[in-house]
C-alpha cells in the first residue's frame, strides 16, 4: 500500500479516534516548533520504541530521500568537468545507464574529445598502407567525438582480441607471394607464377587476374585510389627483364617498359607519374609512368640493387656491391655513394632526412641524407638485417636470427629486443600503436609498440608467411600452409583481417558487459526517468 493512500482521511478514520488525530496533530505542531536539538531528542525516543518491523518500514522512507544526485546539484560547467577525469571508457558507458541526466551529460562533444586526446585517437600514421579510414573531424560533416570514441574504442578491442577473417584458399595454389599492397579497394599480389592477382577489399574475393609478364613478379606499387583522385595506376616488374604499366581499375595494360637486361628486383613510385626500378643488372632506371617513356638510366652500383626508397625527388639504393647510393631523380645525377657495410644490403629505409640501411653484416648503419655521412651503426643482430622500417625517431628491425628490434635514433639506442621467432623475420609493419611480424617459423604475432609485450598470435599457424600488410581496420595475411586432406603438398593462403566490425556484418563480442551500446540512447535502460539508481 503506497503512503498516499496509508494517510489519506478515510484510511486515518479506521485506525485513530479523533482524540487520537487531535493528538498527533498537535504533536506535529510541536515538533515543528523544537529546536534541531529537540527534534533529534524526540526521534531518538521514538526510535527506541520500535521494533524492526517499524524500524524497517521507516527506513525504505528515509533511504531514497538520502540519495542525492551530486552531478545534478552542480552547475553543468562543473558536473563536466568532474567528468573530464574519467579515462576509463567502460566507466562512462556505465555512467550513462544511471539516470536520462547523466546520460545527457555523457552526450556532451567535449568529454568525449577529452577522452579522444587522452587515448591517442587519431588518423594512424601507417606509411606503408593508405586508407581513408576515419576522417578527421576538420573533414567530416555533422561529426560526433562520441561516435568517433566509439567506433575507435570498439576497433581497438576487436585488434587485441580478434575481428571478422575472412579465409582465401582457392586461386593460388601453390605460388610463392613476392609482393602485396592493398587499399580500401583492392588488395594486389605478385606472385612467382608470372601473374598478379587483384582481390576486393571488403569481400575478399577475386576481382582479376592480370597477365602479361613472361616471368616471375618479383615488384609491384600502385598509387591513386583517393577520393579526389579515384584512378589508380599500377606498376610491376620481374624475371621478364620489363616493367609494365597498368590501369588498375579496370585491368588494362597500358605500357611495357624495357630496357633492364635481367630480373627487376624492386620498384617505387614517387607518384601516378614517375617510377623507379632496381635490376639484377646493377642499374636504376628512372620512368615517366603516365607517358610510358625512360628519363634516365642510374649507373654507378657494381652489383644486383637489391633495394630502394623515396622521398621527395631523391630515391635510396641499397645494393649487393654492399654500398646504398643517394640520386637526383630529376637530374639522375649520384647524389652520395654511402660506403661502410661489409657485405649485401638488402633493404633500406629513407625518410628525406635519414637513410637506413641493414646489411648481410648483421649491422644496420643510420646516415645523414644531407652529408652522406654514417652517423651511427647499430648493432645486435647476429645475422642478416632483411627487414626494417622507419617511422620518425622509431626504427624496427627483423633478421634472420629471428629477433625484432625497436631503436631510438634519437640517441641511436636499441630500447626493445624481443625474441620473436625461431626463424627468419619475413615481414613486420608497425605504427603508433601495435607492432605485427612473421616468420618463416609460419607464426604471425601482434605486439605491443610501447612495451615490446606479446598481444596474441595473431592467426593460426602456417608453414612459412610470405607477406602481412595492415591500416588502421585491416590485415591482409599471405602463407603457406599444408593442406589437411594432403601434409606432403602445401597451399597458398590468404587471410583478410577487419576489425571494423560496425561496418560489417559481423557482430562483436565484448567481454566486459558495459559496452559502447550503453552510449546509445535507444539502448539506455533506466529503474526512473529522473533519479539515479
Given amino acids: 500500500m503506497s503512503v498516499g493512500a496509508e494517510n489519506s482521511a478515510a484510511h486515518l478514520a479506521t485506525i485513530f479516534d479523533d ?14 516548533q523544537f529546536t534541531p536539538q529537540q527534534k533529534q531528542f524526540l526521534l531518538y525516543e521514538i526510535i527506541n520504541c520500535c521494533d524492526s518491523s517499524q524500524l524497517n518500514y521507516l527506513n525504505s522512507l528515509i533511504a531514497p530521500r538520502l540519495k542525492i544526485d551530486f552531478l545534478k546539484e552542480l552547475p553543468i560547467e562543473v558536473s563536466l568537468h568532474v567528468l573530464s577525469f574519467i579515462d576509463d571508457p567502460k566507466t562512462l558507458a556505465r ?9 545527457s551529460l555523457l552526450r556532451d562533444e567535449a568529454t568525449w574529445k577529452s577522452l579522444c586526446m587522452k587515448h591517442q585517437y587519431r588518423r594512424r600514421n601507417s606509411s606503408i598502407c593508405g586508407g581513408e579510414l576515419l576522417n578527421p573531424p576538420s573533414q567530416r560533416l555533422n561529426f560526433s567525438y562520441r561516435e568517433y570514441f566509439k567506433r575507435k574504442y570498439n576497433i581497438a578491442a576487436a585488434w587485441a582480441h580478434g575481428g571478422d577473417v575472412r579465409v582465401v584458399e582457392d ?12 587499399d580500401e579497394k583492392y588488395i594486389v599480389i605478385g606472385c612467382d607464377n608470372n601473374r598478379i592477382e587483384v582481390f576486393d577489399t571488403q569481400t575478399a574475393r577475386k576481382v582479376r587476374t592480370l597477365e602479361g609478364h613472361e616471368g616471375g613478379v618479383w615488384a609491384l606499387q600502385f598509387k591513386g585510389g583517393e577520393k579526389h583522385d579515384p584512378e589508380r595506376v599500377l606498376v610491376s616488374g620481374g624475371c621478364d627483364r620489363e616493367v609494365r604499366v597498368w590501369d588498375l581499375n579496370n585491368g588494362r595494360l597500358r605500357y611495357v617498359l624495357r630496357g633492364h637486361t635481367s630480373t627487376v628486383r624492386c620498384l617505387k613510385m614517387k607518384d601516378k607519374r614517375t617510377a623507379v626500378t632496381g635490376s639484377r643488372d646493377a642499374t636504376m632506371r628512372v620512368w615517366d609512368v603516365q607517358r610510358g617513356v625512360l628519363l634516365h638510366v642510374l649507373l654507378g652500383h657494381q652489383a644486383s640493387v637489391r633495394c630502394l626508397d623515396i622521398s621527395g625527388n631523391v630515391v635510396a639504393s641499397g645494393s649487393y656491391d654492399a654500398t646504398a647510393r643517394l640520386w637526383d631523380m630529376r637530374t639522375g645525377r649520384c647524389l652520395h655513394v654511402l ?36 652517423l651511427a651503426t647499430l648493432s645486435g643482430h647476429t645475422s642478416l638485417v632483411g627487414q626494417l622500417q622507419l617511422n620518425g625517431n622509431t626504427l624496427v628491425s627483423g633478421g634472420t636470427d629471428g629477433c625484432l628490434r625497436v631503436w631510438d635514433l634519437q640517441h641511436f639506442e636499441c630500447t626493445q629486443q624481443i625474441s620473436a621467432h625461431d626463424n627468419s623475420v619475413t615481414c613486420l609493419q608497425f605504427d603508433d600503436r601495435r607492432m605485427v611480424s612473421a616468420a618463416n617459423d609460419g607464426r604471425i604475432k601482434l605486439w605491443d609498440i610501447k612495451q615490446g609485450r606479446l598481444i596474441r598470435n595473431f592467426s593460426q599457424p602456417a608453414k612459412t608467411v610470405w607477406k602481412i600488410q595492415f591500416n588502421d581496420t585491416k590485415a591482409v595475411v599471405l602463407m603457406q600452409r599444408r593442406q589437411c586432406d594432403n601434409p606432403d603438398q602445401n597451399k597458398t593462403v590468404m587471410e583478410v583481417h577487419n576489425f571494423d566490425l560496425e561496418s560489417s556484418d559481423a557482430v562483436p563480442t565484448f567481454s566486459s558487459s558495459a559496452s559502447f551500446s550503453s552510449l546509445s540512447s535507444s539502448s539506455v535502460t533506466m529503474m526512473d526517468t529522473d533519479e539515479p539508481l
Fill in 19 to 32: 482524540e487520537q488525530l487531535d493528538h498527533i496533530r498537535q504533536l506535529k505542531t510541536s515538533f515543528q
Fill in 95 to 103: 555512467a550513462a545507464c544511471v539516470s536520462t541526466f547523466w546520460n
Fill in 171 to 182: 586461386g593460388f595454389g601453390e605460388e610463392l607471394v613476392t609482393s602485396l599492397q592493398f
Fill in 339 to 374: 660506403v661502410g657495410h661489409l657485405s649485401q644490403i638488402y633493404v633500406i629505409a629513407f625518410d628525406g632526412n635519414k637513410v637506413v640501411t641493414g646489411s648481410l653484416d648483421s649491422n644496420i648503419r643510420v646516415w645523414d641524407a644531407g652529408t652522406g655521412h654514417c
